[in-house]
């Protein structure tokens, strides 16, 4: 089961060089960590980042970063990359919504991050 879910950077930007009406690209970069917590080899914690490659997108709307962190315990080693690859489909989408909420305000409306595949 995975707790403790916390965002501890969140951060969108609109960018005023964005032209409204035409086309965009945003591409994304994307890091996931999972790592012990404290001497109990059962706790993991779990660190998604997201971030905009904006020298690489054309005319992006937004700069983009976001982390997204969570804990699990886990009873039997072998449950380890099952929550994994669980925590990773939640945590991404916790991230989409964010993104989403970060954007909705801003001048150029919300943003979605795109569906990726499942973290390694």
């Known amino acids: 089961m995975l707790y403790n879910f916390i965002y501890p950077e969140q951060h969108?930007?609109?960018l005023h060089d964005h032209r409204v009406g035409e086309l965009y690209t945003l591409l994304?970069?994307?890091e996931w960590r999972a790592f012990?917590?404290?001497p109990?080899?059962?706790k993991v914690g779990f660190l998604l980042t997201l971030r905009t490659r904006n020298d690489e997108c054309k005319n992006?709307?937004?700069s983009v970063e976001l982390e997204v962190f969570?804990?699990?315990?886990?009873a039997v080693e072998n449950t380890r990359e099952t929550i994994e690859k669980c925590a990773?489909?939640?945590m991404l989408g916790m991230a989409r919504e964010r993104i989403r909420m970060l954007t909705s305000d801003g001048p150029w409306g919300?943003?979605?991050l795109p569906v990726f595949d499942q973290p390694e």
């Open 12 to 14: 969108a930007k609109a």
């Open 28 to 30: 994304w970069d994307r």
């Open 36 to 38: 012990p917590q404290g």
């Open 40 to 42: 109990d080899q059962n």
């Open 60 to 62: 992006a709307p937004y």
């Open 70 to 74: 969570a804990e699990a315990e886990t």
């Open 88 to 90: 990773a489909e939640m």
């Open 110 to 112: 919300s943003i979605m």
